[in-house]
Structure formats: structure tokens, C-alpha cells
């Protein structure tokens, strides 16, 4: 069973650029996909971005896209999430999260078994 902990939120004005980074431990990073999640007060959680097993795939919310960018480092077990352009709009928190199926990348929060505690990020107008 895997173990993710999200680091690298705060609080930022718009334009500017953040990096999330959420750190796996206590299985095998590599045969996890990867997603990265957000959810605003009062809002359901959504999909961000995801990422496949071998970073040879990736998918982005049309929200972010060309915007945000993830990667992984699995020799770090670790994945990433690049934000750059931030917009109030993207005040959330944001949660990695594993898909143990491992079957590219998928968008839906019910195929991704393990979660993080979360970061927050705002953005300030």
C-alpha cells in the first residue's frame, strides 16, 4: 500500500507559478499511474492532470491545459505538478493520487485507490 504526501502549496497572485510535488512511499512508485486532483469549497473533486506509468502519457483537464504541466521522477517516487498562469479560478485544494490498475491515464476519482492529505493552494486576484 502506498503512502503520498503533497508539498508545495501556498498562496500566490495571479500570473504567478507554483510547484506541487507529492512524495510516494511504501510500494512500487513505478507501477502507479498518477493523477493530481482539486477540489474547491463547497465543490466536488475534480480532475487536474494524470500521468501513466512510464511518463510517456499525460492528460490534462481542459481547465489547465497549456498551463499546467505534471512529471514524475521514479527513481524519487515522486510526481510533480507545474503551475504556471495562475488564475483565482484555480483556488483548491489540490491531492495526488495512485491508480493501482495502472492503465494509462484515467480522469474519474472512484479508479484511483490511494489519496494525499492535500495542499492548499490560492490565488490571490
Known amino acids: 500500500q502506498v503512502q503520498l504526501v503533497e508539498s508545495g502549496g501556498g498562496l500566490v497572485q495571479a500570473g504567478g507559478s507554483l510547484r506541487l510535488s507529492c512524495a510516494a512511499s511504501?510500494?512500487?512508485?513505478?507501477?502507479?499511474?498518477m493523477g493530481w486532483f482539486r477540489q474547491a469549497p463547497g465543490k466536488e473533486r475534480v480532475f487536474v492532470s494524470a500521468?501513466?506509468?512510464?511518463?510517456?502519457?499525460?492528460h490534462a483537464a481542459d481547465s489547465v491545459r497549456g498551463r499546467f504541466t505534471i512529471s514524475r521522477d521514479n527513481a524519487r517516487n515522486t510526481v510533480y505538478l507545474q503551475m504556471n498562469n495562475l488564475k483565482p479560478e484555480d483556488t483548491a485544494v489540490y491531492y495526488c493520487?495512485?491508480?493501482?490498475?495502472?492503465?494509462?491515464?484515467?480522469?474519474?476519482?472512484?479508479?484511483?485507490?490511494?489519496w494525499g492529505q492535500g495542499t492548499q493552494v490560492t490565488v490571490s486576484s
Open positions: 500521468i501513466s506509468k512510464s511518463a510517456r502519457t499525460t
Open positions: 493520487a495512485a491508480d493501482e490498475a495502472g492503465l494509462g491515464v484515467r480522469t474519474g476519482v472512484v479508479e484511483y485507490e490511494y
Open positions: 511504501g510500494g512500487t512508485f513505478s507501477r502507479y499511474a
